[in-house]
């Protein structure tokens, strides 16, 4: 029997609107952004979740293996991001809360635009942040301490490092107790080195800028000169025919050691007395001047 060339020719046209379709459908998918996973669905990897509405937990109790390894050849292995909240979290009953371990780099990065790179807080007795290069740190010896920096691989190794270029390297701050404290047995316990501005520099409103005591040994040591500025030391005109004068200054006491000297040698003068007062001291001479002469003073309270 022969085929109705009628019904072929339908039977070609369902077949074509088919195929047609099956290609848009294929194209669509194609097109079309991938699924957005949600709860209680399985991880695929390069998949991205989300409407979670518990904490995705894994447990491995079983040995001491890692539970969770991320491996990236050039980016982030791990990125943490939160809108309030902590990006990345790590707590532990005994061992880090977060351990960075590099060859050459950084083993813990921190960084922040208005915020803090990284914080560190310390509730009962242990210590908010531990560096340590070189061995481990002893816990004995930092506890209740915000941040500790222990070095003793090498003799340039530094158990704390800070650096900026326009703003501070190194910021210690504390209401009532030492902002910056510095302890060493055989060493320096504060060394600051500078090649044109300032080494160390202490400063204060009613307070001591830079406080130096010791026991048995010396509390000030200078190798070099030593600068003051007009409030500590300066000079002072003598004029002719005068046998005295007086220097306004504040921070003088009545209990201040001032301490002056002739600048130019006149035969048969000399000073004989610097008597401070509240605000001001005077230099007096043994006789009055035949002619104007300096003289230089040092001021220690």
Partial sequence: MGLDPAAL??????????????????????????RVLAQDEPIVVGGTYADATSPTSITNSANGSDVLSATSTTGSAVVGTSASGDGVRGTSATGPAVHGLTTYAQGVLGEATDGTGVGGNSVGIGVGVIGSSGRAHLLADVVRTGVCGYANQTVDAMGVWGMSNIGVGVSGTSASGDGVRGTSVTGTAVHGAATTTSGVLGEATTGNGVYAKAT??????????????????GRVAILKGKASAKVTL????????????LRTYRSGVYIAAVVPTSGYFTVYLNKALGTTTYC??????
Avoid at 216 to 233: D, Q
Wanted: one cysteine or more; aromatic letters at 4%.
């Fill in 250 to 261: 504040t921070g003088v006491t009545t209990t201040s050691q001032v301490f002056a000297a």
């Fill in 9 to 34: 020719q339908t039977r070609r046209s369902l077949l074509a609107g088919g195929v047609g379709a099956l290609a848009v459908g294929v194209a669509s998918e194609l097109a079309r952004p991938g």
């Fill in 296 to 301: 230089s003073y040092f001021i220690v309270n």
């Fill in 216 to 233: 048995t040994g010396t509390a000030l040591r200078v190798e070099g000169k030593i600068r003051c500025n007009a409030a500590s030391a």
